[in-house]
């Protein structure tokens, strides 16, 4: 296993070469493999360099949500403020579906209508504002 891990650095070395490889250059640096590894793995414990080796940890989705809600409820976010609004946001409406309850009982209508008549199959007359879609197909 170490001839393995000393191949494998061997390599290492002579990619770092680049265009340079030639058969001296390689045999040049391979040469100098054992003292520049002696080198460097001597650096290493002068500093005191530790591998940092971990394992793919995922965080629980569960402790991102429970961290999350900790800190909403501190703000409560639903509960009025002074001083907490946005001026850019006083013109959008609560609910955007208000302007459209009064025209709630002619959409209804018009759906069972149409509901209606694909069940009896009458065909459905044209929309004025619909293209008629048999002439964009065949223009003729």
């Known amino acids: ?38 080198i460097v793995s001597h650096i290493d414990l002068q500093i005191t360099y530790k591998e940092v080796k971990s394992s793919h940890k995922s965080r629980s989705e569960n402790e991102d949500l429970s961290c999350l809600l900790k800190h909403l409820r501190n703000l409560k ?5 002074s001083g907490r609004t946005l001026d850019g946001y ?7 579906f208000k302007e459209l309850l009064p025209q709630k009982a002619l959409l209804k209508e018009k759906v069972m209508h149409t509901i209606n008549c694909l069940k009896r199959g009458i065909p459905m007359p044209a929309d ?9 197909v065949d223009p003729q």
Not at 90 to 96: D, G, L, N, V, Y
Not at 128 to 136: L, P, S, W
């Open 90 to 96: 006083c013109s959008i409406k609560t609910s955007a």
């Open 128 to 136: 004025e504002n619909e293209e008629n879609v048999e002439d964009i």
């Open 1 to 38: 296993m170490q001839k393995e891990n000393q191949v494998k650095e061997m390599k290492e070395l002579i990619k770092g070469l680049g265009s340079n490889k030639n058969e001296h250059s390689i045999e040049t640096i391979s040469k100098a493999y054992p003292v520049v590894n002696d």
């Open 77 to 81: 976010p639903f509960c009025q403020v």
